[in-house]
């Protein structure tokens, strides 16, 4: 099952930054970028959030991201122009961070260091036993 998380990160006319969950659904179909743009419009039009209310969209880097913001946009502005949409995508920083953490710690490979690394926890446990 797949489930997709909207946030909603706004300031208040006090000027006090908020962030709230909008909405937390099973994905339904294909986790298509497309698919993905028609669960959030309809969380957007359940909270009456119209498009002039919308700042950006910040996702990891998955290019199906690239196509949920582009089919978004043009979508809500079908005006919108290209440049526009993509000034609109951000990369989650957290997620480039995490990347950037396991290429430092375990180069190329993570994941065979990861199998190599049960492998030896494994092995510990079999010469214990």
Not at 5 to 11: E, L, M, V
Not at 42 to 64: C, P, T, Y
Not at 73 to 98: F, K, S, W
């Amino acid at each position: 099952m797949a489930f997709i998380s909207i946030f909603g990160h706004y300031i208040n006319k006090n000027q006090e930054y908020h962030s709230r969950l909008l909405a937390f659904r099973r994905q339904s179909g294909a986790h298509s970028g497309e698919n993905v743009a028609y669960t959030i419009e309809g969380v957007l039009k359940e909270w009456d959030i119209q498009r002039d209310r919308l700042g950006v969209a910040v996702g990891d880097n998955a290019s199906s991201n690239d196509t949920c913001v582009k089919a978004l946009y043009t979508q809500l502005d079908p005006a919108m122009r290209t440049t526009d949409v993509e000034a609109r995508r951000m990369r989650c920083l957290g997620h480039i961070l995490n990347l950037v953490a396991k290429a430092f710690l375990f180069g190329t490979s993570a994941d065979s260091f990861e199998l190599e690394s049960d492998n030896l926890i494994t092995l510990r446990q079999f010469e214990a036993d």
